[in-house]
């Protein structure tokens, strides 16, 4: 059985045609559950009509990609307007090839080095994250200059 008879058979047997599937996706600009509701099935059904016909799946990828304009538009006029967030977000997102990246870095701790940390608060009567919290905010406060702890050696 060729391509072409099986999408008939398939056609004939399915509840719903391709064409309304294809409607209620552009009527709420690919949004599949509600779709799905509008014509009275679930989100599942409107899938498999995604992956089943071509024509179903370029119409929920023309209104994705609708929405995904109206959405970028949005953006911008958040941006003319001087929004800070949407600057940033903007700048995380689509300008991570110019550098605009947040840079994070781990370094990994001995095991060994540790737990002389955690037995050092522990002797001196503080708690490991009032410990951390301080160094972080002493971080934060000079991030261009490096920072080393060194505990005070044992009498």
């Known amino acids: 059985m060729d391509e072409a008879m099986k999408l ?3 056609a004939i047997t399915e509840r719903y045609k391709p064409e309304q599937i294809i409607a ?17 099935c679930d ?22 990609d609708k929405m995904t ?9 958040l941006i003319s307007k001087e929004n800070v967030a ?3 977000f903007y700048l995380k997102t689509r300008g991570r090839h110019r550098g605009w990246t947040e840079k994070v870095t781990f370094e990994i701790v001995p095991f060994g080095l540790q737990q ?3 037995d050092l608060c522990n002797a001196k009567g503080i708690k490991i994250d009032e410990l951390l919290a301080g160094v972080i905010a002493e971080v934060e406060a000079s991030p261009e200059e490096s920072i080393t702890v060194t505990p005070e050696e044992e009498e």
Request: no cysteine; net charge negative.
């Open 86 to 88: 949407a600057t940033i």
């Open 116 to 118: 002389k940390l955690v």
């Open 24 to 40: 209620a996706l552009k009527k709420w600009n690919g949004w599949m559950h509600l779709a799905a509701q509008e014509l009275g």
């Open 69 to 77: 304009d109206i959405a970028e538009q949005s953006l911008f006029n």
């Open 8 to 10: 008939e058979l398939r």
């Open 43 to 64: 989100a599942q059904t409107i899938s498999r009509y995604i992956k089943l016909y071509p024509d179903v799946m370029q119409a929920y990828e023309d209104a994705t």
